[in-house]
């Protein structure tokens, strides 16, 4: 099986910054695309950002020039390294892998637990 094991969440102040990483474990042959994701209360899950295994990237246009996603095929690792954080960038920040546990296999979509950001103002 797959596991996702996020980290790096925590409580900053507007203006702020943190790095959170995903590290993708188990039966794993490649790995696709490696997203980042969050959710705020009483709202719906966003995209935040994704990178794809070619390193091509995407952003919402409310992080764009803020965030940076960045990945270690080596380590089966996703980064997200958020600057000057902002109260609306509060949320539940959950990872989604894109992957073949085997070269016969389909691709499949895995999720990490998620882990809490949350900005004061």
């Known amino acids: 099986q797959v596991q996702l094991v996020e980290s790096g969440g925590g409580s900053v102040q507007a203006g702020g910054s943190l790095r959170l990483s995903c590290v993708a474990s188990g039966s794993i042959f490649s790995i696709n695309v490696m997203r980042w994701y969050r959710q705020a209360p009483g709202q719906q899950r966003e995209l935040v950002a994704g990178?794809?295994?070619?390193?091509?990237?995407t952003y919402a246009d409310s992080v764009k020039g803020r965030f940076t996603i960045s990945r270690d095929n080596a380590k089966n690792t996703v980064h997200l390294q958020m600057s000057s954080l902002k109260p609306e960038d509060t949320g539940v920040y959950s990872c989604?892998?894109?992957?073949?546990?085997?070269?016969?296999?389909?691709?499949?979509?895995?999720w990490g637990q998620g882990t809490q950001v949350t900005v004061s103002s």
């Open positions: 989604y892998v894109d992957l073949r546990t085997d070269w016969r296999a389909i691709r499949r979509a895995f």
């Open positions: 990178i794809t295994s070619d390193s091509t990237t």
